[in-house]
């Protein structure tokens, strides 16, 4: 083979090998490049359906459902969740904590097993109020059950911290994040149904993070009668966050639409009786959402109760050593540790 021959090989070679080279870096670009919009959520984004499409399973109308059965009719469909399956493991005695005036205020705390301190913290602080003013006051404690291997590492403390105090509130679930809406269902199963008397006046569902004013709190729910639709909180107005590696991740699957319903946080969620009622009975009829928050906000939506914002229970707090609560009832972000030094400085009258 003659060298000029030889040389137009190689320099097609060379050519080939650019080209392929060049093509493969392009492949790499777009793959990556595609990742990362998959990581991000953005290809849910683009299947995501308009909010002013949403509906919710089983495709009932609750709030009719609601009225059939504080009528005392019959609904229409079969329940979609009976409550019959939410059994309780523990429940607090019901002996000398009735709570059957008119103003009276439940205080449901939304804790889990392991966090013995929180409860503790709590129960030596703003727990400790059994009376305010006119108002007599209940705090409990509601949480799952522990996993196998807790239970081994745990052993019997949750029952002998029940025996001391009698507030646990224990449903048949494993605790864990992704079952916090059954933390929220099991308090308004046992608020609804408190110790055979019904309902009662006011429930205040909080987390164990939290400082509260009792007295700020206790001038809030004045404000409002028991027969009023009241769900009040900090409220948000959210989209489904669909980063694919987050804890918080949110598939089509779970939640097809844009946007959320308007939701109180968690945190600190005031209802009167009357709402309480109408939670209790729509939950039968709409299909459970895993988180606690959001769920609260469909089952309002369905309802036509108006989520209402009040920046009197902060979703976190500014600095526990200088929050101000002159006007405030609650404030998330509190360790123990927090709620021992400042309860003092926040709820700085007798208790009763």
């Known amino acids: 083979m003659s060298s000029k021959n030889l040389l137009k090989r190689r320099l097609r070679a060379t050519i080939n090998h650019e080209d392929f080279r060049k093509k493969l870096s392009i492949f790499a670009f777009v793959f990556i490049g595609w990742c990362g919009i998959w990581a991000i959520g953005f290809t849910d984004f683009l299947f995501e359906v308009d909010f002013k499409k949403f509906e919710w399973p089983p495709f009932v109308d609750v709030r009719e459902q609601v ?14 969740n009976n409550w019959l399956d939410y059994q309780t493991i523990m429940e607090p005695t019901c002996a000398f904590n009735r709570l059957t005036r008119r103003k009276s205020l439940l205080i449901i705390v939304k804790s889990a097993p392991h966090r013995l301190q929180n409860r503790d913290a709590i129960r030596a602080t703003w727990g400790k109020f059994k009376q305010l003013g006119n108002f007599r006051i209940r705090t409990i404690f509601v949480m799952g059950k522990m996993r196998a291997r807790e239970s081994e590492t745990y052993g019997n403390v949750l029952e002998a911290e029940h025996k001391q105090f009698s507030d646990l509130l224990i449903g048949d679930f494993i605790d864990g994040y992704r079952n916090n809406t059954f933390k929220l269902m099991h308090a308004l199963k046992f608020a609804q149904n408190y110790c055979s008397t019904g309902p009662v006046s006011y429930v205040f569902l909080v987390d164990d993070d939290y400082m509260v004013s009792m007295k700020n709190l206790i001038g809030e729910v004045e404000k409002h009668p028991p027969n009023e639709r009241l769900y009040m909180g900090w409220r948000f107005d959210t989209s489904p966050f669909r980063l694919v590696f987050s804890k918080h991740r949110v598939s089509l699957n779970d939640y097809q639409f844009s946007q959320y319903p308007p939701y109180i946080s968690a945190g600190a ?84």
């Open 67 to 80: 009225v059939r059965e504080m009528l005392a009719e019959l609904p229409s469909y079969l329940f979609h």
């Open 269 to 352: 969620v005031l209802l009167t009786s009357q709402s309480v009622r109408e939670f209790y009975l729509a939950i039968q009829h709409l299909k459970v959402y895993p988180f606690d928050d959001v769920y609260a906000g469909i089952i309002a939506y369905k309802l036509g109760i108006l989520p209402q914002h009040n920046e009197n229970f902060r979703f976190w707090s500014d600095n526990p050593e200088t929050d101000v609560f002159d006007h405030v009832a609650a404030a998330h972000g509190y360790s123990p540790k927090d709620l021992l030094q400042h309860n003092n400085r926040v709820n700085n009258y007798s208790i009763n």
